[in-house]
């Protein structure tokens, strides 16, 4: 099990940037492969970022492709997700993820058994 914290949303310009992290308790956190997803209202919860449980390889929406960077810290137990040009179009609660193998769905939510809170991200123009 793995229990999963979110933090460092807020309400920023367009063109601002900012570092989402997501602290978890647990065991083995470095077994997991982490995601991060974001859900706008009336909206389905929408794939971001992903990270594998050793950090060599991570993916991206093609929607943040270029501006968002996931990376991890296995010795602190914490994912980040640095957003750097924010849109209005990226605002949402952000959802970090943690799953032992999500095959060839890293993409897919229903392959992340566990899930944060939520913290929320807000881009105005």
């Known amino acids: 099990q793995v229990l999963l914290v979110e933090s460092g949303g807020g309400l920023v310009q367009a063109g601002a940037s900012l570092r989402l992290s997501c602290a978890a308790s647990?065991?083995?956190?470095?077994?997991?492969?982490m995601g991060w997803f974001r859900q706008a209202p009336g909206k389905e919860r929408e794939f971001v970022a992903a990270?594998?449980?050793?950090?060599?390889?991570?993916y991206y929406a093609d929607s943040v492709k270029g501006r968002f960077t996931i990376s991890r810290d296995n010795a602190k137990a914490t994912v980040y997700l640095q957003m750097n040009s924010l849109k209005p179009e990226d605002t949402a609660v952000y959802y970090c993820?943690?799953?032992?193998?999500?095959?060839?769905?890293?993409?897919?939510?229903?392959?992340?058994?566990?899930w944060g809170q939520g913290t929320q991200v807000t881009v105005s123009s």
């Open positions: 993820g943690a799953t032992r193998g999500w095959g060839s769905y890293y993409y897919r939510s229903q392959e992340y058994g566990y």
């Open positions: 647990g065991r083995t956190f470095s077994s997991y492969a």
């Open positions: 990270i594998t449980w050793d950090g060599a390889i991570t």
